[in-house]
Structures are given as C-alpha cells and as structure tokens.
C-alpha cells in the first residue's frame, strides 16, 4: 500500500489554495512555484479536482482556482479520491480474488486496514489541516 505523489501533490495544492484563497484566486503556477511541483502535472491533477467539484476556476486577469466549498466541507479522503487515487492495502482491490483466484488468508486483516485508513482520511478536513498547519507558523513567528 503506497500514497503515490498524485494523492500527495492533490492534497498538498489543496492546502496550499486554502491558506492562500483570502487573497483571490490561485494560479498554478504559484502553486507550482511555492510548492514545488510541476505544473504540467498540476494541471492534471486540477482537471480532476475540478471535475469532482473540489475547486472552480476562473479564467483571464485575476483567475485561477478557489475551493468549491469551505475547507470545513472537504475531507482529505475526498481529495485522494478525486485524483483517482487508492489508499487500499489489499492486494485484490477487495475483488477477494488474492491467492490464485480465492480469498487470500491474510484478506481480511488488510481489509479492516484499509477501512481504517479510510475513516481516518475522511474524519480530517481540508480546515483541520490549514488550522495545525497555521497554528504552527504562529508557533515559529513568536520564536
């Protein structure tokens, strides 16, 4: 089980428009540039984000991206989710064809695995994250 850079950068950019939005709309290429991430992938990854009502867009002078909804709304399993994204720890995608087309013995303990990990992603919010995440920039300017 793997959360490849696809689920990580769509979570990370997500984040990134929700600390950013107050000051407009986002371009992806000051995501790109902040968060180092290519902006050929990230236009991929926003074709789909946009596609699953995540973000809307605006085009010309001043566009770019925003959340669709409040950040309150929107839970990391969501994100991960919308990019195509899988946090299965299954080696049969849950299909219980593991072990030479039967149910392999360990099937079921990777299955509550991945039922956990997906309560824990959908319990967090895109705002629970930007909360700790500005809460801890504070902590570093008082220092």
Known sequence: MKLTSKGRYAVTAMIDIA???????????????????????????FAKLKKSGLVSSARGPGGGYRLSRSAEEISISEIIR???????????????????????LSHELWSELSSTIDSFLKSITLQCVVDKKQTKLKEVSFA
């Open 19 to 45: 600390l950013n939005q107050g000051k407009g709309a986002i371009t992806l290429s000051l995501i790109s540039e902040r968060q180092g991430i290519s902006l050929s992938y990230l236009e991929q990854l």
């Open 82 to 104: 919308a990019v195509d994204e899988s946090v299965d720890a299954r080696k049969c995608a849950g299909k219980e064809n593991c072990h030479g087309g039967d149910e392999c």
